[in-house]
């Protein structure tokens, strides 16, 4: 598992990714990241979803938001 350093900073890479993408502030973006299924599955170590690619998990967000 990722130490608790390296998730904050790719939490803060997908975030900008989203924000970027949408068109929205940061702030609303990582609010959009924190409330997401991906968010709580990337947090379970099970699911390895740390693993995945920032612009992967940005997308899996953004899909998230328009369903």
């Known amino acids: ?3 608790p350093l390296l998730i904050w900073n790719k939490i803060g890479r997908v ?3 989203i924000a ?5 502030s940061s702030e609303k973006a990582l609010s959009l990241f924190y409330r ?3 968010n709580m599955l990337m ?3 099970s699911t390895m979803l740390y693993t995945f690619g ?5 997308d ?3 899909r998230e ?3």
Do not use: K
């Open 65 to 67: 938001y328009q369903a």
């Open 1 to 3: 598992m990722l130490s």
């Open 60 to 62: 899996e967000v953004i």
């Open 43 to 45: 947090r379970d170590p």
């Open 15 to 17: 975030v900008t990714l």
């Open 20 to 24: 970027n993408d949408m068109g929205i």
């Open 36 to 38: 997401s299924r991906t």
């Open 54 to 58: 920032d612009r992967y998990l940005a």
